[in-house]
């Protein structure tokens, strides 16, 4: 295809997409007290007593014993320090002293040991990611109290890299007092961090105020209520009459209306690197996707700079790697374009024949839908004709786990920095995403590689097969990414401290401008 088509395409696309997004009109809310700060979001932050973790970490509500810095590497948070034995299977914590919960217990060795029995207890669901002591603690044998501030945590096989695991949702700590003798929750979250939740209306708004009795550096704001506000068009509106004053998450604002409200120099971009990679599943259960030379054909036909410039208006990184690039395990790999190539490729697989295909994305989408009739476009070339098919995310899994599609798009967060977790989940013959998309991947050799990298002590060898692992996941395209992408966020420039992380923004620091 020529580039000056391609542009065509995705110009058209964008203007579609644009015309879509740019709503007129508010909402009909406005806040009345100029002292407390009110943000949107597009999905419940704080789910509530049915979710394994009540709310996002990104509302600094409860807190971990390893965190992450911005460069993804752990750093102690509830843990103050630690010490590792000479296999790796035996890692001793040191506490935070002086750590009071929002309900007035103490943090301290005890209350660890109760978070991880509730851990062991069974696996619990969260819109985030799950509660399960076997991805985030393989291995685990016994976790001991060796004084008031001290725990000790011992493994079967060696764990040198638990640190990585144990990051954010790996860790997370909540008062005993929180839960029933099923360890769910009876009320409100009540963690260590800065913010303590005082309301929670499920889809309506979380509340948030100052913990004065904070351990650390107290928020700068007084008061945060984050509101629900599902539709993009609206969270725009809202925006831009100041009933918002940021968004908070990952995915609340298109580049597109982003890049809107900046045209007014009231509203400013915040962003960096996210944890969350975009991709391409291919159902490689069935033909043509079950034959590794389509999968490198789709891929190669894809060009991403494009997409990247004219749909994303620059804020993705195109990859092709399964890992993103949040983790310091990452290594950089070529992203090929080739859509001469591909054809050659696809003609080897279908001997001249077309073939009609499902492709499915999320209801609502129009960045989605915008790429999937690029991508469509571009796959014509190759001989697959796709029937686009827009369902809740629900739906959508539903249909990937019964192998009822071609092509899905799909995003991944890092539940952890510990790269392992990504090759085990979709690159592992037993791992959960490759069975529940229908990836259908099956391979002794890299089965192999993610043994031998689990028992591998020495980092810099770990790395060695880590690196291997990448490549061959862009060799093999167990899925086809598409891009890294970024943490975007807009907010109105009568707010200070606005700070995109690799994971939300930096909450505490955010508060009126002088």
């Known amino acids: 295809m020529k580039g000056k088509t391609l542009k065509k395409i995705l110009s058209v696309a964008l203007a579609t997409a644009m015309l879509a997004a740019v709503p007129v009109g508010t909402t009909g809310f406005a806040a009345e007290n100029e002292e407390e700060i009110v943000l949107g979001d597009y999905r419940n932050i704080a789910p509530g007593v049915e979710d394994a973790y ?255 410039d004219t749909i994303y208006l620059g804020y993705v990184e195109p990859t092709t790697n399964i890992l993103n690039y949040s983790t310091p395990f990452y290594t950089e790999q070529p992203v090929e374009y080739d859509l001469e190539k591909a054809k050659e490729l696809a003609a080897e697989v279908l001997g001249g024949e077309r073939v009609t295909v499902t492709y499915l994305i999320q209801q609502g989408n129009t960045e989605q839908k915008a790429e999937a009739e690029l991508i469509s476009a571009l796959l014509s070339e190759l001989g697959i004709d796709t029937e686009i098919e827009s369902y809740d995310w629900a739906t959508i899994k539903e249909m990937m786990g019964n192998g009822e599609y071609g092509i899905a798009r799909g995003q991944q967060g890092l539940s952890n920095m510990e790269a392992l977790t990504i090759f085990k989940r979709f690159m592992d013959s037993e791992g959960d995403q490759n069975i529940n998309y229908s990836l259908g991947v099956n391979s002794e050799e890299i089965d192999s590689l993610i043994d031998q990298a689990d028992a591998e002590l020495d980092m810099e060898k770990r790395q060695e097969i880590y690196t291997e692992l990448q490549e061959i996941s862009v060799e093999t395209q167990p899925v086809v990414p598409l891009f890294n992408q970024k943490t975007l966020m807009v907010y109105n420039t009568k707010l200070a401290g606005y700070e995109a992380q690799i994971y939300g923004i930096d909450l505490p620091n955010v508060c009126w401008a002088e």
Request: charged residues 25%; contains cysteine; aromatic residues 12%.
């Open 54 to 308: 009540y709310c996002s970490v990104i509302l600094y509500v409860w807190e971990p014993l390893i965190t992450m810095d911005n460069n993804g590497e752990p750093v102690g948070k509830l843990a103050e320090s630690w010490e590792v034995s000479e296999d790796a299977k035996t890692w001793t914590f040191h506490l935070q002293e002086g750590v009071k919960f929002h309900d007035g217990e103490d943090f301290n060795a005890d209350a660890v040991l109760y978070n991880f029995d509730r851990m062991r207890y069974e696996v619990k669901t969260s819109g985030f990611y799950n509660l399960n002591i076997d991805s985030f603690y393989p291995n685990l044998d016994q976790v001991t109290k060796i004084d008031d501030y001290t725990v000790e945590l011992t493994f079967t096989q060696a764990a040198p890299t638990l640190l990585y695991t144990m990051t954010n949702f790996g860790s997370a700590m909540f008062s005993p007092a929180c839960f029933n003798e099923e360890y769910n929750f009876t009320g409100i979250a009540q963690g260590t961090g800065p913010f303590k939740i005082t309301e929670n209306v499920k889809d309506e708004y979380v509340l948030l105020e100052r913990n004065e009795e904070y351990w650390g550096e107290k928020a700068k704001a007084s008061t945060i209520r984050v509101r629900t506000i599902t539709d993009v068009d609206t969270r725009y509106s809202a925006m831009k009459s100041e009933e918002i004053m940021g968004v908070i998450d990952l995915n609340a604002i298109t580049p597109a209306l982003a890049t809107e409200l900046v045209k007014d120099e009231q509203f400013a971009i915040t962003e960096t690197k996210s944890t969350m990679i975009s991709f391409l599943c291919l159902n490689g259960t069935k033909a043509p996707f079950d034959d590794v030379r389509m999968r490198q054909a789709v891929s190669m036909a894809i060009d991403r700079d494009a997409i990247k």
